[in-house]
């Protein structure tokens, strides 16, 4: 009889062993989320929001996104640049990553559309939780991610495939969406979701301008606005606009096309929206309008960073300038998040002004320095800031000159 209870204990202890193991392999996995438990919170909206922020952004030990102009009318290094070198500016011939390099790649529209048809449904029946101002600005930030990388695609391609839901993995449906659509109507299409972007987001969110704003939005309206009116300004009667001699398209494509009525709605829609974000962010005051000698003191103060206006460039936080409606704040201690830009360009990062840039630049009494008395020469940079548009003289550092009292 004891050894009877003895082998039903063991059984029932065997049961319960592999009851426990099949209930913890049932488990959600603890490190990472799946489209069940996800999206129900205002956190989780804004954590993949901030994810695909794809802002160019200083980054390495270098002088950062300012050597970008090295090689160029503008600015020279050192050294040169390969692609000026005849037959040395390829095409690529294959693309290691597509998803950062190759134009033609959809990853990043397909998860703001996940994003967008999941989402929103929820919100409207009331599914997620937190504050109804937050949860809208996270969707607002995605209508705008969705409509900034279309307007990549717009300057890339111009006529190109409007897709506003995610596609099965099938021929024929991923055939249809394929279509390129007329590059006027994917400007369209990407003010439409700027539209959108604008009726959700907030100027005062979590986490400042470091997100995106109305603000910001309003900018990203007007630019693409103002480059589709463009465009079809300058290129018209090309192949490069619906219609123009050798385009590719169809012709009931563009049965309503009317070249003149969508360049006035596009410069409508980029002075409208270029004026309201003027009007919510005023101008940073620049102490120096009126400084007439070529150290360019601030007032009594010898130290450019007291200058707002220079000092919003490169100041550590740029928080409190209005003029600035995005910017990343970067932290060493927390987050290891470094770049080296303001060393080097104190330093001159192997990076500098060239003289065709400098002498771009107007003297005071708006005449070129070919056509003026006010030119005082180049045997010094004293002299060549003499007389010379302010925004020179700030930005055109000479030997003495102090940013602060450290630097």
């Not at 990853?107 to 809208?136: L, M, W």
């Not at 070249?259 to 410069?267: G, K, P, S, V």
Request: with cysteine.
């Amino acid at each position: 009889m004891k050894k009877i209870i003895k082998y039903l204990f063991l059984l029932t202890g065997g049961s319960f062993i592999l009851t426990s193991c099949n209930d913890f392999l049932d488990r959600e996995p603890l490190d990472s989320v799946t489209p069940d438990n996800f999206f129900f919170t205002e956190n989780d909206l804004a954590a993949y929001a901030v994810k695909h922020y794809n802002f160019t952004t200083h980054e390495g030990f270098n002088a950062g996104i300012w050597k970008n102009d090295n090689a160029t009318d503008n600015q020279a290094a050192t050294n040169y640049d390969k692609k000026w070198i005849p037959g040395q500016w390829k095409v690529p011939e294959a693309y290691d990553n597509p998803a950062s390099n190759d134009p033609w790649h959809f990853a990043a529209i397909r998860e703001a559309n996940y994003f967008i048809e999941t989402v929103v449904p929820r919100f409207e029946k009331g599914e997620i939780e937190g504050s109804e101002v937050n949860i809208k600005h996270y969707i607002g930030e995605m209508y705008f991610l969705r409509a900034k990388n279309y307007l990549s695609k717009l300057e890339t391609f111009g006529d190109f495939p409007i897709i506003k839901n995610t596609l099965p993995d099938e021929n024929e449906p991923l055939t249809q969406a394929s279509k390129r659509e007329p590059r006027h109507k994917v400007a369209r299409f990407i003010l439409e979701d700027l539209d959108q972007t604008i009726g959700l987001l907030t100027n005062n969110i979590s986490g400042g301008k470091n997100r995106i704003t109305k603000n910001a939005a309003l900018l990203l309206k007007s630019r693409a606005a103002l480059f589709e009116a463009s465009w079809l300004t300058y290129h018209r009667g090309t192949a490069l606009v619906p219609g123009g001699s050798g385009w590719p398209g169809k012709a009931e494509d563009i049965a309503d096309f009317n070249i003149d009525t969508e360049i006035a709605f596009f410069l409508k829609e980029a002075k409208e929206a270029a004026k309201e974000v003027i009007g919510n962010a005023a101008l940073m005051q620049n102490t120096a309008k009126d400084c007439m000698d070529e150290t360019v003191k601030t007032d009594e103060d010898k130290y450019k960073m007291s200058n707002p206006y220079f000092a919003q460039f490169s100041a550590n936080s740029l928080e409190g300038y209005s003029e600035i409606l995005l910017w990343r704040a970067y932290n060493l201690l927390d987050y290891k998040i470094v770049h080296s830009a303001p060393f080097y360009i104190r330093v001159g990062g192997n990076t500098g002004f060239t003289r065709q840039y400098v002498e771009s630049f107007l003297c005071r009494d708006g005449k070129p320095i070919y056509t003026t008395d006010q030119y005082k020469g180049d045997k010094s940079l004293l002299d060549v800031r003499k007389n010379r548009d302010l925004r020179l003289q700030l930005f055109l550092m000479t030997p003495g000159e102090t940013l602060s009292p450290n630097m």
